[in-house]
């Protein structure tokens, strides 16, 4: 996507986000064109003071080339300034928990009133149904849709380490905002969007459930299996002799056949376990053969040996050394932002062939000023506002990161 074609340039989203889902499709609208203003409350985004009292690599990654407005919206002079917003807005993303957006007065129903056209995008904890108005976060989705079940730590159910409903729920949200806008009959009611992360999870969690279905019904018992690396032996991480780890894909009987050629296994060739379902259930034996197998060779042995052999494969990567690989850093592939002085690598969204000009992220309320002078506000209605705490300019020092204590 080039500088010249931003396919929703001229686009104004307002996000009011916390946390990652909002903030995640505010982000990928931003990337294709749309200008985002991120309205925050005094207390802020909660993610601009979660290290050291500063903001975190969610505020670095998701909200570059965005705009900020600082808004007390209990207040009816922020209130007022909201609609003002919402009036000349495509598209309002929020995340709030129901409550919140009622009290707050930026629910469907409040932006529709000032902005007929506009389309409205809840991201909640659940849609309609007798849980509507109940709170969820992204571990409690996939504690509800089956996900952690299946990820056990020492045998107690665990949390994935990345926010994966978020993002999936920020995306689908995306997906939606896109197909109305493509809609040229969309409706009132189309342009009433809720996305939940119980929905997302349970969206995600489709092959699967669909799958424990199909075996139930088949076997006439209830039989479940884990994911890939439980279920196919040789699909899961091994450890090379010189201590780095590498993830095989061994999920045919032709990449079972080609591993034991490629490291010279005793199994090459041995028709015993040349089928997947008879790997399956000599899975013990076949999982402690492989691990032996990649015992003998160092990582850059196992690398040459694979690679010649056409095999899937890649070391697990630690985050420090993600960016370093020469396939990270091509054209496109990664953005530099600049951020109080810091100077960050953070992924492009994917698809793009080149990175189009960027805005550093901002700080709370750091556009507040210049968005009330678009508005319409007066010099004098801008102090007044800023001076009853309707609304809020960024001050410096706001969210700053706590210094270093050095050991001693």
Known sequence: MTEGHRPLAGKRVLELGTMIAAPFATHILAQLGAEVIKIEPPAGDTTRALVRGGPS??????????????LDLTTSGGKEVFLRLAATADVVIHNLAPSA???????ADDCLAVNPAIVHVHIKGYTHGPQADDLM?????EAATGAMDDHRVDDRPTRFGPSYHDQFAGTYAVIRVLSTMLDPNASEADRRIEIGLYETGLHLAARDLAGMQLKTQLLGRLEK???GEFSMPGYGSYLSSDGRWIYLLILTDTHWAKLTKALEMPEDGNAEYAKLRDRKKARNVVETAIREAVALHTFEDLEARLRAAGLGFNEVMPLERVLE?????QPGKLRDVDFRGLKFEVPEFPGAREVAANLPPPEIGEHTESLLDELGYDAAAIEHLLSSGAA??????????APVREKG
């Open 225 to 227: 299996e884990g994911g």
């Open 325 to 329: 690989k020469p396939q990270a850093r």
């Open 137 to 141: 976060t992204n571990p409690i989705a």
């Open 57 to 70: 690599g969610t505020i670095v990654a998701y909200s570059h080339s965005k705009q900020a407005i600082c």
């Open 392 to 401: 809020r300019a960024y001050q410096p020092g706001d969210f700053a990161w």
């Open 101 to 107: 957006a009622r009290k707050l007065g930026i629910t």
